[in-house]
């Protein structure tokens, strides 16, 4: 008898620690019930019992599947409640959803990801991801910005990141403070910085709305081309399956089609970036 | 096309005894117009034959307004529903491609659709509002219903169009086949005056594929005009045949609880950080719009907008959706 899968129904997963990344940001350690596999950049529906759910992208990495990390700013109810929350806690996931980086077309090619606030969680996950075959990449460049330095998330990163072959990472704030040494401006004035073969590379893009419509803008001046630009886009998807319509773009529902899209996908939609 | 008939005394017993078996739903017409209602013994002759479209619409029963989808329950026993329009009929086929897809098959809908027995009506008049043939429907049914019916001269006619369908009139010791020539071609003069009638009285209106072009053409103006009587209170959604948004809220026990949402709500579409892509009226009042005519088209073969009229019946503000689309191609 075939049993048929029931789409809502959420897996278990324990929260086993909370790391503090920003005053806004928590990152929560989640073991699931099961193994729970997923591509870089697809995300999950993460729910606290009777409260709500949210979709999130794990900022961990796509090679282990028996442990979850999943960063969270802290915006509204659930998220407030999220990160209130204590190890030990059982939650709820869903997933894993949508369609992520297609890492596997990046072979041999340099790789520029530009990062904005709480946008650097899926991009940590994507550069374990690229870490993992980085002998088949010719270079990945992450440019990142803040709004303050003390918003700016996984600040070891960098420094791994900066050691590690092939691996170059930039930071900008937009307000600096008095400890702040490096760049201050907007995420893209670090792309003024960096060499690249952009007929040799793809761009990744994940940040707030205004950063991703400004940064795929500084990207088309560069010299990409419509299609080398992945953008991870953001709604509001409730269901996760291609039928509650809250994510809906255009034609795309953004849970299904997306989260991720090559610019050339969506650009004939003009409200992508509302 | 195989039709089969029988008489309509014989039909109403059967019906009778089918309802040891089965629930039966059909369209009845009570004080406020035309209704689907549930059948009991003594509603059977109550039961509207010919007539188009109960004031909502046939979703209702694939997709109740709020249900648990975690907690396993499922039909006790199959359904029958009776007078259903091809409107109707047509928007149950969009709603099956986005329940029924591959990948994530909903088992609460498709354990509805697989029990229960879809009976059309064919439309004999039309109502103020109907416009399907302008939506290239036409007002009877030769695909996605089981049986299709019509009610002429004390007898039931069927064109049997599903195996189930087949399957089901086969157990009817008193259905006949119908090869009488006079008859099939009386449905079908009855089939044509129905169709003129559409014809005549929709004749400005364009078509469901010029909708979407001209939709997809339109400026800000129009829609602001327009969309100045709308409350946001989504009656338009709640009636269409076709909509099927809804949200799921969270229960203790890791429960979730699906509930019908609309497009037309304020906040429907906003995310974590406050941004709202419909934050504005005229571009919810919009969204339906392309929505039903532009981006639905693109991804489902199914129609979405079967000319049922409902949305304009339903609408507090009386907007009326069909002189939008008239305004809208005289303009440009």
Avoid at chain 1, 181 to 206: E, Q
Avoid at chain 2, 126 to 134: A, D, K, M, R
Wanted: with cysteine; glycine share 6%.
């Amino acid at each position: 008898m075939v049993i048929d899968k029931n789409i809502y129904k959420p897996v278990r997963a324990e929260l086993t620690d909370v790391i503090d990344e920003s005053p806004l940001i928590k990152t929560l350690v989640l073991v699931p019930e099961n193994t729970f596999p997923f591509k870089t950049g697809q995300f999950i529906e993460l729910s606290v019992d009777g409260i709500g759910e949210a979709p999130f992208t794990p900022s961990s990495s796509p090679l282990i599947s028996e442990k979850l990390e999943v960063t969270i700013m802290k915006t509204g109810y659930v998220t407030g409640i999220m990160h209130m929350l204590k190890p030990g806690v059982q939650m709820g996931i869903r997933g894993p959803y949508g369609r992520g980086y297609p890492v596997e077309t990046f072979s041999g090619k340099e790789i520029l990801i530009l990062g904005g606030g709480c946008g650097l969680a899926p991009i940590r996950s994507l550069l374990y991801a690229l870490e993992a075959v980085k002998d088949k990449l010719e270079k990945v460049i992450l440019c990142y910005g803040s709004k303050t330095p003390s918003d700016c998330i996984y600040k070891p990163l960098f420094d791994r990141l900066n050691s590690t072959e092939k691996f170059e990472a930039y930071r900008t704030v937009d307000r600096a403070d008095n400890d702040w040494k490096g760049s201050v401006g907007v995420a893209t004035s670090l792309l003024d910085k960096i060499k690249i073969n952009i007929d040799n590379s793809v761009a990744v893009v994940c940040g707030p709305p205004v950063m991703m419509k400004f940064g795929t803008i500084r990207l088309l001046e560069m010299g990409y081309r419509d299609e080398q630009i992945y953008l991870s886009m953001e709604k509001n998807m409730s269901c996760g399956l291609g039928k509650c319509g809250h994510c809906m773009m255009g034609e795309y529902f953004v849970c299904k089609d997306g989260p991720v899209f090559t610019y050339d996908e969506i650009k004939h939609n003009p409200e992508i970036w509302k | 096309m195989q039709y089969k008939c029988i008489n309509k005394e014989a039909w109403d017993n059967t019906l009778d005894h089918l309802l040891l078996s089965f629930s039966i739903f059909a369209s009845v017409e009570n004080e406020f117009g035309l209704e689907y209602e549930s059948i009991k013994p003594a509603d059977i002759s109550r039961i509207s034959y010919n007539k188009p479209k109960p004031a909502t619409s046939l979703k209702s029963f694939f997709l109740p307004i709020k249900e648990n989808v975690t907690s396993e329950r499922f039909l006790e026993k199959p359904r029958i529903i009776i007078g259903i329009p091809n409107c109707d009929i047509q928007g149950l086929s969009l709603i099956d491609e986005i329940y029924l897809d591959k990948e994530f098959n909903d088992i609460y809908y498709r354990n509805r659709r697989e029990n229960t027995l879809l009976i059309s009506t064919d439309c004999i008049g039309i109502q103020e509002h109907c416009h399907c043939l302008s939506h290239n429907i036409r007002p009877f049914s030769t695909q996605n219903a089981d049986l299709a019916l019509i009610h002429l001269d004390g007898l039931i006619i069927f064109r049997v169009i599903t195996r189930k369908g087949e399957d089901f009139l086969d157990k009817i010791p008193d259905v006949l086949s119908e090869k009488n020539n006079s008859i099939i071609e009386e449905i079908e003069k009855v089939h044509s005056s129905t169709e003129a009638l559409l014809k005549e009285s929709k004749k400005d209106l364009p078509d469901y594929e010029s909708s979407g072009k001209l939709v997809a053409k339109s400026n800000e103006k129009l829609w602001k005009k327009y969309s100045e009587n709308c409350v946001s209170c989504g009656a338009c959604t709640t009636i269409c045949p076709t909509c099927t948004c809804f949200l799921l809220i969270d229960k203790p026990g890791f429960e979730k609880v699906k509930q019908m949402d609309a497009c037309q709500y304020p906040g429907f579409e906003r995310v974590a950080g406050g941004e709202d892509a419909l934050f504005e009226l005229h571009n919810r009042f919009k969204n339906r719009y392309m929505c039903k005519y532009v981006w639905r088209p693109e991804k489902f073969s199914s129609q979405a907008c079967t000319g049922c009229g409902r949305c304009i019946e339903a609408c507090i503000g009386k907007i009326n959706k069909n002189e939008l689309l008239v305004e809208l191609e005289n303009s440009l």
